[in-house]
């Protein structure tokens, strides 16, 4: 077999398996929702369709730079104008240019229909995140027993009892979730739903000092009633910084509208639940 054939053939290959782990990885859940319900299509989990994809990337990478090496004078022909002379910006090179740069600026700027395909796939994730259900924190999987009750408010002897009685293995309080996860066949999100009862009840709901899993997804509404925040005081806050302050809206409505982000109103928001 020429070296030529296969170079081509491991080009197509390589595309068709890149076009198929592309659009897994479109619409495969956010990393904290996909690690903590243990996410998995044709039984790979996101991390391993990441790497896939990444190692098939370079095998066309390599495939494309031996097929160009192959293909060095008709691609030279297709750079030539009619005098024949070598011509960088022929009208062919040109458009294929101005494509890209319509696409990228498009992108950068967010202007359909670019990111009309970046909200559809935002849609999919966070229908996914509904399905499936968030992690109370960002990565709380890689949390030890003992750090994850703490941070959950938990009682940590009544989540071991707990454990105990279900029968789940574990060989101390400093093993993560994700291991206890991994060595009893269930989910993070499994394994606190069986410690979840063991939650200590306080009076009244403390707003955290980290945004939450979700948190951009939650209406202004929905976030002061749970926290037991003063909406009218929350909305004046935001509008003394140039914030809408529709509490029907999302956190992330908010502040796309707004030109800020996220992380912005939950700062004022914090400020106004601790006085500060």
Same mark, same amino acid.
């Given at each position: 077999?020429?070296?030529?054939?296969?170079?081509?053939?491991?080009?197509?290959?390589?595309?068709?398996?890149?076009?198929?782990?592309?659009?897994?990885?479109?619409?495969?859940?956010?990393?904290?929702?996909?690690?903590?319900?243990?996410?998995?299509?044709?039984?790979?989990?996101?991390?391993?369709?990441?790497?896939?994809?990444?190692?098939?990337?370079?095998?066309?990478?390599?495939?494309?730079?031996?097929?160009?090496?192959?293909?060095?004078?008709?691609?030279?022909?297709?750079?030539?104008?009619?005098?024949?002379?070598?011509? #960088?910006?022929?009208?062919?090179?040109?458009?294929? %240019?101005?494509?890209?740069? =319509?696409?990228? &600026?498009?992108?950068? !700027? +967010? @202007?359909?229909?670019?990111?009309?395909?970046?909200?559809?796939?935002?849609?999919?994730?966070?229908?996914?995140?509904?399905?499936?259900?968030?992690?109370?924190?960002?990565?709380?999987?890689?949390?030890?027993?003992?750090?994850?009750?703490?941070?959950?408010?938990?009682?940590?002897?009544?989540?071991?009892?707990?454990?105990?009685?279900?029968?789940?293995?574990?060989?101390?309080?400093?093993?993560? #979730?994700?291991?206890?996860?991994?060595?009893?066949? %269930?989910?993070?999100?499994? =394994?606190?739903? &069986?410690?979840?009862? !063991? +939650? @200590?009840?306080?009076?009244?709901?403390?707003?955290?000092?980290?945004?939450?899993?979700?948190?951009?997804?939650?209406?202004?509404?929905?976030?002061?009633?749970?926290?037991?925040?003063?909406?009218?005081?929350?909305?004046?806050?935001?509008?003394?910084?140039?914030?809408?302050?529709?509490?029907?809206?999302?956190?992330?409505?908010?502040?796309?509208?707004?030109?800020?982000?996220?992380?912005?109103?939950?700062?004022?928001?914090?400020?106004?639940?601790?006085?500060?």
């Amino acid at each position: 077999m020429k070296l030529r054939k296969i170079t081509a053939m491991t080009m197509l290959v390589s595309f068709v398996l890149l076009v198929v782990t592309s659009i897994i990885l479109y619409i495969v859940p956010h990393g904290r929702v996909a690690y903590w319900s243990d996410w998995r299509l044709w039984g790979l989990s996101k991390t391993q369709w990441g790497n896939l994809h990444i190692n098939l990337g370079f095998l066309f990478l390599l495939a494309g730079f031996l097929h160009i090496y192959y293909n060095w004078n008709p691609i030279l022909a297709y750079m030539k104008n009619r005098a024949r002379e070598l011509k #960088i910006f022929t009208p062919s090179f040109s458009l294929a %240019l101005v494509l890209a740069i =319509v696409v990228s &600026i498009g992108t950068l !700027a +967010e @202007i359909p229909p670019m990111s009309t395909i970046i909200d559809f796939g935002e849609s999919i994730k966070d229908a996914a995140a509904e399905k499936y259900g968030e992690p109370p924190y960002g990565h709380a999987e890689l949390s030890s027993l003992k750090m994850f009750a703490r941070k959950t408010d938990l009682d940590l002897d009544k989540a071991r009892r707990l454990l105990d009685e279900a029968g789940v293995r574990y060989t101390s309080d400093q093993e993560t #979730i994700a291991e206890i996860a991994r060595n009893n066949d %269930l989910t993070p999100k499994q =394994v606190y739903a &069986i410690i979840q009862p !063991a +939650e @200590i009840h306080r009076q009244g709901t403390v707003f955290p000092d980290d945004p939450p899993s979700g948190f951009g997804r939650r209406t202004l509404a929905d976030i002061c009633a749970e926290y037991d925040l003063p909406l009218a005081e929350v909305r004046r806050a935001l509008k003394t910084k140039g914030i809408g302050t529709d509490p029907a809206k999302t956190v992330k409505q908010l502040a796309e509208e707004s030109g800020q982000s996220p992380m912005t109103l939950f700062e004022i928001i914090h400020g106004v639940a601790t006085g500060t």
